[in-house]
């Protein structure tokens, strides 16, 4: 079974880029979810896909964007991107989405600098 | 106020030890909890996952959750160096997606 995996590993942007984070899910499963986890904090919400639809957002604004595709994997994408964008950003899978019982499995995420 | 509480730590035992960990929250909606163990520069690590109140076991690990008080405990026994990382509980609505975590505990297991 094939965990989850991220890509790129780090990163390094200056302000005002864009830059396109990929996760592919779990085996199995058809979730994917994108938390921002900030030095010294616990991951934050970013939003969830389903059925490569958005089911879901957390309080992050339009610029913080992102792609389902048929296979499951997924992609963040974050538009103008200033300093306090600077975290690890972790992708989560899990096999429904919105119903109780699930759980989620992280990826090792893609540490991002923002400069 | 955060909606989940958590201890930053560093909390620091010696080898054998037994390690306690706790979260307290303010919403009574939360019905699933979870802790998850985190190493520097990795991704959470799910150890734990309870539905409502009561205790879990499995293995070295005992969850107990006490929504009565909002409250939720992880136990470590017989601790080993390798247990030293952060600790994140997280909590989930029955509806919805979305986990909500504390801020970690980090945790510190000396030989």
């Known amino acids: 079974e094939t965990g989850v995996t991220q890509s790129p590993t780090h990163l390094i942007k200056t302000r005002g880029q864009q830059v396109t984070l990929r996760c592919s899910s779990q085996?199995?499963?058809?979730?994917v979810s994108w938390y921002q986890q900030a030095l010294g904090q616990g991951p934050q919400f970013i939003f969830q896909?389903?059925?490569?639809?958005?089911?879901g957002r957390g309080n992050f604004p339009p610029r913080f964007s992102g792609l389902q595709f048929p296979n499951y994997s997924s992609e963040l994408n974050v538009n103008a991107l200033e300093l306090d964008d600077s975290a690890l950003y972790l992708c989560?899978?899990?096999?429904?989405?919105?119903?109780?019982?699930?759980?989620?499995?992280f990826g090792p995420g893609t540490r991002l600098l923002v400069l | 106020q955060k909606e989940v509480e958590q201890d930053p730590g560093p909390l620091s035992v010696p080898e054998g030890a037994i390690v306690s960990l706790n979260c307290t929250y303010s919403n009574s909606a939360f019905q699933y909890f979870m802790w998850y163990r985190q190493y520097s520069r990795k991704g959470p690590e799910l150890l734990m996952y309870?539905?409502?109140?009561g205790n879990k076991e499995d293995g070295r690990f005992t969850a107990q959750v006490d929504k009565s008080s909002k409250y939720i405990s992880l136990f470590i026994r017989d601790s080993q160096p390798s247990d030293s990382a952060t600790y994140l509980c997280?909590?989930?609505?029955?509806?919805?997606?979305?986990?909500?975590f504390g801020g970690g505990t980090r945790v510190l297991v000396k030989p």
């Open positions: 309870t539905y409502s109140s």
């Open positions: 085996s199995g499963h058809n979730t």
């Open positions: 896909y389903y059925r490569e639809e958005e089911n």
């Open positions: 997280a909590m989930k609505k029955a509806a919805g997606n979305k986990l909500t």
């Open positions: 989560a899978s899990s096999s429904t989405s919105g119903m109780s019982g699930e759980t989620q499995y």
